[in-house]
């Protein structure tokens, strides 16, 4: 569902607690007590069967006796119980509910059969539940504590939220004595409704929200986990810790990459792909989301030390180094400023020692000197208690110079009793402090790594010249052989049909059942060769002896074929033996490569790609992805392996051509995108020769019910939405979903806007749009967004006319914000017409509602065009109006609200040239650089 009607939930007027208890160190006691103990001020009904007051409030029986309908059911009482208890609060209209009780899936099969119902419930009503099984949630900002935790936390702008109870409660302690304070605090428990994405949803729209930290045990609905964490994570960080790392899931793998890709690699690798910071333990958990959301975003890892002590300077130097940071080389200009204010015994360098009797104002100089310096992009200050700094004073020069400051300032005070509210006055005026160097260099390259991840994640992508026609009647012929055939594993050639029909190279398998046979086939291949065994049961060939390389005659081929069918029936003697493949050998550079994929339970199908051949499992040397991938994406993947260092040319091996390595996942990635019935793949080995890739082996494993599995939890490009127009003059343009490499052609087209087509569609003048603003229109989720642009082909270029586009709202999600722009040059010729109507197609096949905008009152073509097109106008603020689409009925035209302030309709001009100026927003309203200011 979404984030939709949490309100319900996270904002209740009025809470009923059933199954409040006056048996004191209970759960129902301690929740009614913490809510009306509290401060929080709606109105709170305990309801218990057996009591007529609760804690000296009156009680009632059930939630039919209580005397109004509330917002908020929190159940605590026993499992069995819980189902009934639900049903009766959706008869009675309560929309809302939170579920304390444990004794669902947890406990086994019949546990998980009552949460079965309770989904049931859940749907016939249309209710929003967290939990079961959970401790509840608290909101600072309303007084609200639902949980029978302890005291209520400070406030602040941390979302915390955690799938551990037994975390929740460390957490909470732990933040109460570091004065950690909290937006919000949710237990999601068993997650029957209300889960991970709903929330990274709700608190990423949330006004008091600046970070939001997770602690993850598993995660239910992938594809919307990731399309909230992508929608959110550029604007507010999204820290997690995830347990388990190292569970043994890989241990029956049927294929290379299936013992490769195991769980924890798999989270990691989606954590990347959705901006997410990943850390390990408490600490770094909230000092990572402390830093992140107080401090400017670092451009570079090269770090300037200012110290009164050369040892803890030396310490933060080790760190630096240690955890992949620079230490800042400072410019002839910063040692010449520094010379003039320093000790002639300063350290001439950095770290910057400004020597043990330097002073607050000698700090204060030297900081200001060194934060001029382009070679600096953050500065650590450490300060150890000497006889002359004063570290109250100190913090508060710290304090006003990161207010004027660009760059993360971030300091260790080092000691205790005598720094204790010098940390404390940094940390409340948002400079984080920390009592160690080395904890400070940690937290700033949790800084550092996430900017940087985040800039390579929505680098523009190349447009690679990649063509992967879909051959389904093809493959769907040898997928339905082997289902005839009860067949799961595809034999060789099968699966380099599959490879060959998406521009993968690969050798040519020749089948022989006799020796004799196998020779004539070498013969007419050519010297040296290699025989492979064919066996539908054997996928690990090499295991069994089942590959012989290098055979450079006829008697070499008859004598491995002989001993290679003995060794098979010893080693796999139930195994069907067709004969052997015989295929030309390649000349090895030195290295193999593997490339594959395999169907996650959780994510979905992932891409596996790194050192192969037979010492695959032995190096373990891979990084994973996830589809669709395109040329930045692929780039990364290659990177984070050490394959890529042979790829680039090692000790005498020569370079491969990066460019056709990452065409080659790329058209992988499509493959596997167009066949959800492949549940793993392996291309082992992939054999660089010259300027290309070849697959030298392939299998693929099919599966049985690719339905029930996940296939995709990020959205592929929507190629279904292209569509051909031509326009009044003639000119022929394509519709299609705009795409990340479209980013340069939009910022053409928008340089060819018109200062009052800017106004028309962003509501204020806008002179330029950097990269980070550029590739939040064009770098976008399909599930969540859908942007179709105009392009056409002019002199050999493409170019973009236009742009319509639709946001999903996450609260309301089958309604869409809704905006258009047309490029001056373009406009008058039918374009705006033909967007808004194959907009509205679309909307229709998304199975959205309702499309709604905002239009300002003087942009007479667009309200000319809306208003034919038959959408509703209505008052909207100071000189707009909003208009709304309903697309299951469209309005009819009403012109009363238009009638006091526009000019007669057919004086208009033309009726289809302007764009709807709608606000565009990005999906989480946090745009800073394009902040939509009415003029």
């Known amino acids: 569902m979404g984030a939709e009607n949490l309100d319900i939930l996270f904002k209740p007027k009025s809470i009923a607690v059933i199954g409040a208890s ?57 499992a069995k119980t819980v189902v009934d208890v639900v049903e009766q609060c959706g008869k009675r209209g309560t929309k809302g509910i939170l579920i304390i009780s444990a004794g ?24 929003r539940i967290v939990g079961p099984n959970c401790v509840g949630f608290i909101l600072p900002y309303l007084n609200l504590n639902a949980t029978f935790a302890g005291a209520m936390p400070l406030k602040g702008n941390i979302a915390l939220i955690s799938q551990s109870g037994a975390v929740c409660g460390a957490i909470l302690d732990w933040a109460a004595s570091s004065k950690v304070g909290f937006s919000g605090f949710v237990s999601v428990g068993s997650m029957v409704d209300v889960d991970f994405g709903d929330l990274i949803d709700y608190f990423g729209m949330d006004i008091h929200t600046r970070s939001i930290v997770l602690y993850v045990e598993s995660i239910t609905n992938a594809r919307k986990f990731m399309s909230a964490a992508k929608g959110f994570a550029r604007a507010k960080p999204i820290i997690v810790i995830k347990s388990g790392r190292f569970a043994e899931g890989a241990k029956a793998a049927a294929s290379h990459t299936g013992a490769l890709a195991g769980e924890d690699a798999i989270y990691d690798a989606a954590f990347r792909r959705a901006g997410i910071v990943r850390v390990k333990d408490i600490q770094d958990l909230f000092d990572c989301s402390s830093i992140l959301a107080k401090q400017p975003r670092p451009t570079g890892p090269n770090i300037a030390i200012v110290t009164n002590a050369g040892g803890p300077g030396v310490l933060a130097t080790d760190s630096i180094i240690e955890k992949g940071g ?127 991840h985040l800039g390579q994640l929505y680098e523009t992508p190349e447009e690679l010249d990649v063509k992967t026609s879909s051959h389904k009647e093809i493959t769907k012929k ?148 996830f589809p669709p991938l395109n040329q930045v994406l692929a780039q990364r993947i290659i990177e984070k392996t050490k394959a890529y260092e042979l790829l680039k040319g090692f000790r005498g091996i020569p370079p491969v051509n990066m460019k056709k390595v990452e065409e080659t996942l790329i058209k992988f990635s499509q493959l596997i995108i167009d066949h959800p019935e492949i549940k793993e793949i392996d291309v082992n080995p992939l054999i660089p020769q010259g300027d290309e890739l070849i697959a030298v082996d392939a299998r693929i494993i099919l599966d049985k019910e690719p ?19 031509k326009l009044k003059d003639g000119t022929k343009v394509m519709l299609r979903p705009i795409k990340p490499e479209d980013e340069l052609m939009w910022l053409d087209m928008f340089q060819t806007f018109s200062q009052e087509t800017i106004r028309f569609r962003f509501f204020r003048i806008i002179k330029e749009t950097p990269h980070e603003v550029r ?156 902040k939509l200011i009415k003029p």
């Not at 493409?798 to 373009?826: C, M, N, Q, Y």
Request: aromatic fraction near 8%; hydrophobic fraction near 35%; proline fraction near 5%.
């Open 775 to 930: 590739t939040r229109y064009c770098n976008i989720d399909y599930d969540r967004e859908m942007a179709l642009v105009a392009e056409v082909e002019e002199d050999g270029k493409k170019k973009i006319l236009g742009v319509t586009r639709l946001i999903v709202d996450p609260k309301h999600s089958e309604t869409a914000e809704f905006a258009l722009v047309v490029s001056d040059k373009w406009q008058r010729l039918g374009l705006g017409s033909d967007f808004i109507d194959y907009t509205i197609a679309v909307a229709k096949d998304k199975q959205l509602k309702k499309m709604y905008g905002v239009v300002l009152k003087d942009n007479y073509p667009m309200i000319a065009l809306c208003r034919e097109k038959r959408f509703k106008f209505s008052e909207g603020d100071p000189g707009e109006y909003k208009i709304e689409y309903n697309i299951e009925s469209p309005y009819d035209i009403d012109d009363s609200v238009l009638q006091n302030d526009h000019p007669p309709l057919e004086d208009t001009g033309g009726m289809d040239n302007q764009m709807d100026n709608n606000r565009m927003q990005s999906n989480n309203n946090s745009d800073k650089n394009l």
């Open 326 to 452: 620079k230490l800042a080389q400072l410019t002839p200009e910063t040692i010449e400023k520094l010379n003039q204010i320093l000790p002639s015994t300063w350290s001439k360098g950095n770290p910057v020692d400004i020597i043990g009797d330097g002073d607050e104002e000698r700090y204060k100089k030297t900081i200001e000197i060194c934060l001029q310096d382009n070679n600096i992009d953050g500065l650590l200050i450490l300060c150890v208690p000497q006889v002359m700094a004063d570290p109250l004073k100190l913090a508060d020069r710290i304090v006003d110079i990161a207010r004027k400051t660009t760059k993360p300032i971030l300091t260790s005070f080092i000691g205790e009793s005598s720094v204790y509210h010098a940390r404390e006055i940094l940390n409340q005026n948002n400079v984080p402090s920390y009592p160690s160097p080395d904890e400070a260099v940690q937290a700033y390259m949790y800084l550092y790594h996430y900017e940087r």
């Open 104 to 127: 669902f899936k947890e406990i086994g099969p019949e546990g998980a059969a009552l949460e079965k119902k309770l989904s049931d419930v859940k749907e016939k009503y249309g209710l």
């Open 478 to 625: 040898i997928v339905d052989n082997a289902g005839k055939e009860n067949r799961e594993l595809l034999n060789e050639s099968e699966a380099k049909i599959f490879l060959e029909l998406y521009g993968i190279k690969t050798t040519k398998p020749l089948i022989a059942d006799t020796a004799e046979k196998a020779a004539k086939l070498a013969e007419s291949i050519g010297y040296p060769v290699v025989l492979k065994i064919l066996s539908p049961q054997i996928s690990h060939k090499s295991d069994i002896g089942g590959v012989v390389l290098d055979l450079r005659c006829g008697d070499d081929v008859k004598k491995s074929f002989a001993e290679m069918m003995k060794k098979a029936k010893e080693k796999v003697p139930d195994a069907k033996i067709l004969g052997v493949t015989v295929q030309k050998m390649l000349k090895n550079p030195g290295y193999e490569l593997i490339l594959g994929s395999k169907k996650d339970p959780v994510f979905g199908s992932i891409i596996l790609f790194g050192l192969g051949g037979v010492f695959t499992e032995l190096f373990k040397d891979r990084a994973i992805g």
């Open 707 to 725: 339905l029930k599995h996940p296939h995709l939890v990020i959205s592929p490009y929507p190629s279904k939405y292209m569509k051909k127009i």
């Open 22 to 78: 006056d048996t004191v160190g209970s759960a129902g006691y301690r929740i009614f007590r913490n809510l009306i103990g509290s401060g929080y001020e709606g109105i709170v009904y305990p309801v218990n069967t057996k009591r007529e007051s609760i804690q000296g409030v009156q009680a009632y029986p059930s939630i039919n006796e209580v005397p109004r309908v509330v917002d908020l059911a929190i159940v605590v009482t026993p």
